[in-house]
């Protein structure tokens, strides 16, 4: 419960929601088609993703994750189904868009994620992934708001900062998939974001 708060207190920064909404809004809106959170947390780009117009579905293997995202949701009248469930166990060719947002970082087998995230794209679809880069470090965090970055719970950037130090994507995990991708930088470039679509 302890971690469910936190990511939810997290979730709730202005500079954590402005940076998942940027990313999100690399893509077009949506028009009824699917989108697949995979390891979701409190769901906060499901929410932005059905606040977009996609039938969002929202993923995590944490129960209490995914309880505090149903109320979250339910609070902005959104309509999102979320359910249990991990990234190695994804169904095939599932989802127009599937997106996970500092998940592989955290995978002890990172290729075989992003190959599970990949498999559930379906064909003509997006993947979109968002996590920390190397920039990610607390001496970073700390200049960025030195420099004037303000909003609620700032002090979550520190936190996320030394939590990812050290524990970030290498860009060539991503030329395993063997397609040409989108990189956006977020955040000073302590965020990237990365959409790589699927052909037809």
Not at 99 to 119: E, F, P, T
Request: charged share 20%; net charge positive; proline share 4%.
């Amino acid at each position: 419960m302890i971690q469910t708060a936190l990511f939810t207190w997290v979730q709730g920064a202005d500079f954590y929601r402005d940076v998942h909404q940027a990313a999100v809004e690399r893509l077009p809106r949506g028009d009824g088609q699917t989108w697949l959170d995979v390891g979701s947390g409190p769901g906060l780009v499901a929410r932005l993703a059905a606040q977009r117009g996609y039938q969002t579905i929202g993923l995590d293997y944490d129960a209490p994750m995914i309880q505090a995202a149903k109320r979250l949701a339910k609070r902005q009248g959104l309509s999102i189904e979320f359910k249990v469930g991990d990234v190695f166990n994804l169904p095939a060719e599932a989802a127009d868009v599937v997106s996970a947002a500092s998940l592989l970082a955290v995978l002890a087998d990172k290729v075989r994620g992003l190959q599970a995230l990949w498999g559930s794209v379906r064909p003509g679809g997006v993947l979109l992934i968002i996590e920390p880069t190397e920039r990610m470090t607390s001496e970073n965090a700390n200049q960025l708001i030195k420099n004037g970055l303000g909003g609620k719970r700032i002090k979550g950037l520190q936190m996320w900062a030394t939590a990812r130090q050290g524990n970030t994507i290498a860009s060539a995990l991503y030329d395993t998939l063997g397609v040409p991708l989108e990189f956006t930088p977020l955040l000073s470039g302590l965020v990237g974001v990365w959409v790589i679509r699927k052909s037809k």
